[in-house]
């Protein structure tokens, strides 16, 4: 069920940064966990980082660990991934979800409410 709206994807240069943004829809996720995850072309959507509901723990896929940082505002509602030293490997649809499971979750069965996606192409 879409609850929650992703922005922030584009088109950015090997070695260039961008930040994602997702913002709930309806209702708050601020006592959820959140989750990011990724589909490359032709690809399964795949974990990438995850918070949990106090932003105390954070966890991230081997692939983007030292790269990439995931965050939250609870006065904002809002839940950030901020890309750096991006590769051409890292193009796909991101997504934002949410989980009563806890941060530990590195599964996409585990997440209850997804966002739209919204696209990042990374060119060589």
């Known amino acids: 069920q879409v609850q929650l709206v992703e922005s922030g994807g584009g088109l950015v240069q090997a070695g260039g940064s961008l930040t994602l943004s997702c913002s709930p829809s309806?209702?708050?996720?601020?006592?959820?966990?959140m989750g990011w995850f990724r589909q490359p072309p032709g690809g399964e959507r795949v974990f990438v980082a995850s918070i949990s509901w106090n932003g105390v723990t954070t966890y991230y896929a081997d692939s983007v660990k030292g790269r990439f940082t995931v965050s939250r505002d609870d006065v904002k509602d809002t839940v950030y991934l901020l890309m750096n030293s991006l590769k051409p490997e890292d193009t796909a649809v991101y997504y934002c979800?949410?989980?009563?499971?806890?941060?530990?979750?590195?599964?996409?069965?585990?997440?209850?409410?997804w966002g739209q996606g919204t696209q990042v192409t990374v060119s060589s």
């Open positions: 309806g209702r708050t996720f601020n006592n959820w966990a």
């Open positions: 979800a949410a989980t009563k499971y806890g941060g530990r979750s590195f599964h996409r069965s585990l997440y209850d409410y």
